[in-house]
């Protein structure tokens, strides 16, 4: 084959290539339905301890224990309202024992959603799987850390309809002044944590995001959550939670795309589109990251491998032109 003719085809076939070759484009998850349990900022099967004082917006309740497990946390810290099964507990309860045994049951459900989700990308057990990540929508699953989770800041990035999911098939532990922060117009009500056995916050830490745990729920001193807390998500819904001057805001979604705060005081990073969170990718990191492990992506690999094959065999079969 003359010059003249491979030329152009090896052109032609170049360009395919680096067209196959491209990133694909993130596509985020189904949100994880909340069901009755999306009013309630703490929700737990075992009952809630405070040391004041705690900021609490949202609903509050606890089943299938007494109200009277409710200890220290009073009507004034609660913007939403206190829910118990019996006469028990603070004095502005309100007892509905049908309506906590339907919440509990729809954690329960959105826990088991969250849970056989197939994840994207998998951490293998190290320390610190999420500190320094900037993540894109997906479904994302890690196992145990030798001190903790996350250490430092994790930054979402993606739209306002973007889903998060991880899945924690150990424990969930986050190292004091850690930050989630959120860029593109990525929001907090889109983040859920299913966590397969207890979830621990550290202090002055700010987290975003619906915890759904298995167990227990244990923050330390003066942290922000932007999200819920629901504890016992098992079968038997037992699952205690536990806060120390503490603030959680049920997160709600914006109407519309647009600037969304950062995951509490603290945050170094705002939620701006375009703005100066950090790099805000607009398609999927095909890479491996730090201790993760991706399935290769297979139907590139063929293309690739077939473009070439095709090249070459143009190259030997067709016959040059007579001079």
């Given at each position: 084959?003359?010059?003249?003719?491979?030329?152009?085809?090896?052109?032609t076939l170049?360009?395919?290539?680096?067209?196959?070759?491209?990133p694909?484009?993130?596509?985020?998850?189904?949100?994880?339905?909340?069901g009755?349990?999306?009013?309630?900022?703490?929700?737990s099967?075992?009952?809630?301890?405070?040391?004041?004082?705690?900021?609490?917006?949202?609903?509050?309740?606890?089943?299938?224990?007494?109200?009277?497990?409710?200890?220290?946390?009073?009507?004034?810290e609660?913007?939403?309202?206190?829910?118990?099964?019996?006469?028990?507990?603070?004095?502005?309860?309100v007892?509905?024992p049908?309506?906590?045994?339907?919440?509990?049951?729809?954690?329960?459900?959105?826990?088991?959603n969250?849970?056989?989700?197939?994840?994207?990308?998998?951490?293998?057990?190290?320390?610190?799987?999420?500190?320094?990540?900037?993540l894109?929508a997906?479904?994302?699953?890690?196992?145990?850390?030798?001190?903790?989770?996350?250490?430092?800041?994790?930054?979402?990035?993606?739209?306002?309809?973007?889903?998060w999911?991880?899945?924690?098939?150990?424990?969930l532990?986050?190292?004091?002044?850690?930050?989630?922060?959120?860029?593109?117009?990525?929001?907090?009500?889109?983040?859920?944590w299913?966590?397969?056995?207890a979830?621990?916050?550290g202090?002055d830490?700010?987290?975003?995001?619906t915890?759904?745990?298995?167990?227990?729920?244990?923050l330390?001193?003066?942290?922000?959550?932007?999200?819920?807390?629901?504890?016992?998500?098992?079968?038997?819904?037992e699952?205690?939670?536990?806060?120390?001057?503490?603030?959680?805001?049920?997160s709600?979604c914006?109407a519309?795309?647009?600037?969304?705060?950062?995951?509490?005081?603290?945050?170094?990073?705002?939620?701006?589109?375009?703005?100066?969170?950090?790099?805000?990718?607009?398609?999927?990191d095909?890479?491996?990251?730090?201790?993760?492990?991706?399935?290769?992506?297979?139907?590139?690999?063929?293309?690739?491998?077939?473009?070439?094959?095709?090249?070459?065999?143009?190259?030997t079969?067709?016959?040059?032109?007579?001079?």
């Amino acid at each position: 084959m003359t010059a003249s003719r491979v030329g152009p085809v090896a052109f032609t076939l170049l360009m395919l290539l680096t067209f196959l070759v491209q990133p694909i484009a993130a596509v985020s998850p189904p949100t994880v339905p909340l069901g009755t349990a999306a009013p309630f900022a703490l929700l737990s099967g075992s009952g809630i301890t405070n040391v004041p004082t705690s900021v609490i917006g949202g609903d509050v309740g606890t089943s299938p224990i007494t109200g009277a497990a409710i200890a220290g946390l009073t009507c004034a810290e609660v913007s939403g309202t206190i829910y118990t099964i019996d006469a028990a507990g603070p004095a502005c309860r309100v007892v509905d024992p049908g309506l906590l045994t339907t919440a509990k049951n729809a954690l329960t459900a959105a826990y088991d959603n969250a849970a056989g989700r197939t994840p994207d990308s998998t951490y293998v057990d190290v320390d610190n799987q999420l500190g320094g990540e900037v993540l894109v929508a997906g479904t994302y699953r890690f196992g145990g850390a030798t001190t903790a989770n996350l250490i430092g800041n994790l930054q979402l990035t993606g739209s306002a309809d973007d889903i998060w999911i991880f899945q924690a098939t150990s424990t969930l532990v986050t190292a004091a002044s850690s930050t989630i922060t959120f860029s593109g117009g990525a929001q907090a009500c889109n983040v859920f944590w299913q966590v397969g056995s207890a979830a621990t916050l550290g202090q002055d830490s700010s987290f975003a995001g619906t915890i759904l745990a298995h167990d227990d729920i244990s923050l330390a001193s003066d942290v922000t959550v932007d999200g819920r807390l629901l504890a016992g998500g098992q079968a038997n819904h037992e699952g205690a939670i536990t806060l120390i001057s503490d603030t959680i805001t049920r997160s709600t979604c914006a109407a519309g795309p647009g600037p969304t705060a950062t995951a509490g005081p603290g945050a170094t990073a705002t939620a701006a589109p375009g703005g100066t969170a950090g790099p805000v990718p607009t398609q999927a990191d095909t890479t491996t990251l730090p201790g993760e492990s991706r399935q290769p992506n297979l139907p590139v690999g063929l293309f690739v491998v077939l473009a070439l094959g095709i090249l070459m065999l143009v190259a030997t079969r067709t016959p040059s032109r007579p001079r």
